[in-house]
């Protein structure tokens, strides 16, 4: 009777266990997890202090791949009508913080940077705007109208 008991666990031992395992397989996770790099399709990100440092290997993939796989490994949101995914595929190796590398890879977009201290990357959201600085610049309007005066 007594080798019963302990083959088969009671319910209470039972949950007892299943704790401790799922305790274990957290730990794990948060130890190991984080130091693999994320590899998107034509994307790997290296670095877990984003504020200060990270390494990204870009091969070609078009922007909005890029800015998944950042979404994928720091959680950071994306918004706006233009992000990316129609782009021609780049390919880079850039280092350095979040901030510079967005700044960088958005340099030819109208966008705004979120910034959160909260977010262990210092950004909590990019907003991308569909409009870009070639469509934002004046046209030279037809019969000498300018550009900053409105047609009669």
Same mark, same amino acid.
């Given at each position: 009777m007594v080798g019963k008991e302990l083959a088969?666990? %009671? #319910? &209470? *031992? *039972?949950h007892l266990v299943i704790l401790r395992f799922l305790t274990a397989a957290t730990l794990f996770?948060? &130890?190991? #997890?984080q130091a693999t790099p994320?590899? $998107?399709e034509g994307v790997t990100i290296n670095g877990e202090h984003p504020a200060q440092k990270i390494d990204m290997n870009i091969d070609n993939a078009p922007l909005g791949d890029v800015l998944k796989a950042l @979404?994928? +490994?720091y959680g950071i949101e994306i918004a706006g009508v233009d992000n990316g995914e129609a782009d021609d595929p780049i390919s880079m190796t850039i280092s350095g913080n979040l901030p510079s590398i967005l700044e960088r890879l958005l *340099?030819? *977009?109208n966008y705004m940077l979120v910034r959160? @201290? +909260?977010n262990? %990357? #210092?950004?909590e959201k990019i907003l991308i705007t569909a409009v870009t600085h070639d469509d934002a610049a004046p046209k030279n309007k037809p019969n #000498? $109208?300018?550009a900053n005066r409105p047609d009669p």
């Amino acid at each position: 009777m007594v080798g019963k008991e302990l083959a088969r666990p %009671t #319910g &209470l *031992r *039972r949950h007892l266990v299943i704790l401790r395992f799922l305790t274990a397989a957290t730990l794990f996770v948060c &130890l190991f #997890g984080q130091a693999t790099p994320v590899r $998107a399709e034509g994307v790997t990100i290296n670095g877990e202090h984003p504020a200060q440092k990270i390494d990204m290997n870009i091969d070609n993939a078009p922007l909005g791949d890029v800015l998944k796989a950042l @979404h994928e +490994k720091y959680g950071i949101e994306i918004a706006g009508v233009d992000n990316g995914e129609a782009d021609d595929p780049i390919s880079m190796t850039i280092s350095g913080n979040l901030p510079s590398i967005l700044e960088r890879l958005l *340099r030819n *977009r109208n966008y705004m940077l979120v910034r959160s @201290h +909260k977010n262990v %990357t #210092g950004v909590e959201k990019i907003l991308i705007t569909a409009v870009t600085h070639d469509d934002a610049a004046p046209k030279n309007k037809p019969n #000498g $109208a300018s550009a900053n005066r409105p047609d009669p």
